[in-house]
C-alpha cells in the first residue's frame, strides 16, 4: 500500500491539472480569435516584409539588457541572504524560468527556479519563493504606473472595464503588500503563525511554520527602505529597456500612432499574463497589447 499512495496521489494531481490545462487552451483560443479577427493575413505579411532590420538589432539588444537587468536585480535580493553569491549562478536558473513559463503551463518555470538550483543558488526552495514574491510585486507596481500614465493622457475609456478593474485590485495590493513587507513585516508574520497554528496536525503545525519562518526570513531583502528604493529603480530600468525593445520592433514595422503606444501595450499585454491562458500566454498577451497600440492611434492591420 505504501508503494501504491505516491502513484495514487500523482494521478490524482495531473487528473487536478487538467481541467486548468483545458480551460487555458480555450481561453488563449477566444483571444486569439479577437485579437485578429479584423486582421488581413495579406496585409500582415506585406508589413513583415517591410520590416527593417536595424531596429530589429536594437530590439534584441534592448531585450538582452533587460533581462541581464532583471538577472542583476535577482542576485542583489539573493546576496542580501548569501552574501557570497556569485552572479554567475543566477543566469542560468532564471533563463531556465523564463523558458519554461514560455513552454509549459501554470508557471512552472517558478517551481523550477525555486526548487532545481538550491545548490546552485546556496539557498532554500522558500527563501527563493520570497524572492520571486518580490519580483512580482515590483513588477505589478511599475507595469500599474506605465498603465496609469496611459490611461491618464488617453483620457477615455479605451481598456475592457473588467481588466482595468482587475489591474487596479491587483495594483492596490501589491503596493500594500510591498508596503506592508517594508513597515509591519513582523506583524504579517504573526499573523501567518496564527493562521498555521489552527491546523489540526502538530506535525504540520511545525512544518508548516517552519517554512514560514524560511519565507519571512527571505523577505527581509525589502528592508530597509533605501534598498526597496533601489530593487524599484532597477526594475523600471528592467522595464524601460523591455519597452524600448517594443519601440524599436514598431519603428521596424513603421507603426503610426503615439511614441508612447509601444510602453502602454507593454504595460497592459503583460498585465494580461496574469489572466490564465495557455504556455506563453498566447491570446491574452496578443489582444491585450493590440488594444494597447491602438488605444493610441497605431494601426489595426
Same mark, same amino acid.
Given at each position: ?36 479577427? @479584423?486582421?488581413? #493575413?495579406?496585409? %500582415?505579411?506585406?508589413?513583415? *516584409?517591410?520590416?527593417?532590420? /536595424? ?14 537587468? @532583471?538577472? +542583476?536585480? &535577482? ?8 552574501? /557570497? ?6 543566469? @542560468?536558473? !532564471? #533563463? ?14 517558478? +517551481? ?13 526552495? %522558500? ?6 514574491? $518580490? ?6 507596481? $511599475? ?17 475592457? *472595464? ?24 513582523? &506583524? ?15 506535525? &504540520? ?17 525589502? *528592508? ?7 530593487? +524599484? ?5 528592467? &522595464? ?13 514595422? @513603421?507603426?503610426?500612432?503615439?511614441? !508612447? ?12 499574463? %496574469? ?27
Amino acid at each position: 500500500p505504501r508503494s501504491i499512495l505516491p502513484e495514487t496521489q500523482t494521478a490524482r494531481a495531473r487528473g487536478r491539472r487538467w481541467p486548468r490545462i483545458v480551460l487555458g487552451w480555450i481561453i488563449a483560443a477566444l483571444f486569439v480569435g479577437l485579437a485578429f479577427r @479584423r486582421v488581413s #493575413l495579406d496585409e %500582415m505579411l506585406a508589413v513583415l *516584409r517591410s520590416a527593417r532590420g /536595424g531596429p530589429i538589432a536594437l530590439a534584441l539588444l534592448a531585450l538582452t539588457a533587460g533581462f541581464s537587468v @532583471r538577472i +542583476v536585480r &535577482w542576485w542583489q535580493m539573493l546576496r542580501v541572504l548569501e552574501p /557570497g553569491l556569485p552572479l554567475r549562478a543566477c543566469v @542560468r536558473p !532564471f #533563463l531556465v524560468s523564463i523558458a519554461v513559463n514560455n513552454t509549459l503551463p501554470l508557471r512552472a518555470g517558478d +517551481v523550477v527556479r525555486a526548487v532545481g538550483f538550491r545548490s546552485a543558488l546556496r539557498a532554500s526552495p %522558500m527563501a527563493v519563493v520570497g524572492t520571486l514574491l $518580490v519580483e512580482r510585486l515590483l513588477d505589478v507596481v $511599475v507595469l500599474l504606473a506605465l498603465l496609469f500614465a496611459g490611461l491618464m493622457m488617453l483620457g477615455g475609456n479605451v481598456i475592457p *472595464r473588467p481588466f482595468l478593474l482587475a489591474g487596479i485590485a491587483v495594483g492596490v495590493v501589491a503596493a500594500c503588500g510591498l508596503l506592508a513587507l517594508v513597515v509591519v513585516p513582523t &506583524w504579517l508574520r504573526s499573523i501567518a503563525h496564527h493562521i498555521v497554528r489552527r491546523i489540526p496536525s502538530s506535525r &504540520w503545525q511545525t512544518r508548516l511554520g517552519a517554512l514560514v519562518d524560511q519565507l519571512f526570513d527571505s523577505l527581509a531583502i525589502v *528592508r530597509p527602505p533605501r534598498r526597496t528604493l533601489a530593487l +524599484v529603480s532597477i526594475t523600471a530600468l528592467a &522595464w524601460f529597456l523591455e519597452g524600448t525593445a517594443y519601440a524599436s520592433v514598431a519603428w521596424s514595422l @513603421r507603426a503610426d500612432g503615439s511614441a !508612447f503606444a509601444p510602453w502602454f501595450a507593454l504595460s497592459t499585454g503583460t498585465l494580461a499574463t %496574469m489572466i490564465p491562458s495557455s504556455p506563453g500566454y498566447v491570446g491574452t498577451f496578443d489582444f491585450f497589447a493590440v488594444r494597447g497600440l491602438t488605444a493610441f492611434g497605431t494601426s489595426h492591420v
